[in-house]
């Protein structure tokens, strides 16, 4: 017995035949193939592009290395003598609030 799959395909093929006629398919069929090849062609072009341009540019990270990356005591003695503020004999946490007590002075959010 057909199920409901079954009679909605047999129902578009035989809507399919009514509106373009039997003559009509084979070409229907043709020019999906030639679509699909079409694609499959453009396709490997461009991952053999990808795959070219890839093996020819230098593999780099995205992050800097760790070398170059600065500590966060680093960063902190950075902005604290960028903003003028004396280090010496501090701890981060005097710092810190330094920092924020100028940011806040100089109105900056």
Do not use: H
């Amino acid at each position: 017995m057909l199920e409901g799959w079954e009679w909605i395909i047999i129902g578009v093929v035989a809507i399919v035949i009514i509106l373009w006629g039997p003559s009509k398919i084979p070409e229907f069929a043709k020019s999906l193939g030639r679509a699909k090849g079409e694609f499959a062609k453009a396709s490997k072009e461009f991952n053999d592009a990808a795959n070219a341009d890839a093996s020819t540019t230098p593999q780099t990270n995205a992050y800097p290395p760790k070398s170059a990356l600065k500590s966060k005591d680093e960063i902190l003695l950075d902005t604290a003598k960028n903003l003028g503020i004396p280090t010496d004999g501090k701890t981060r946490e005097q710092i810190s609030e330094e920092i924020s007590m100028k940011v806040k002075l100089l109105g900056v959010d």
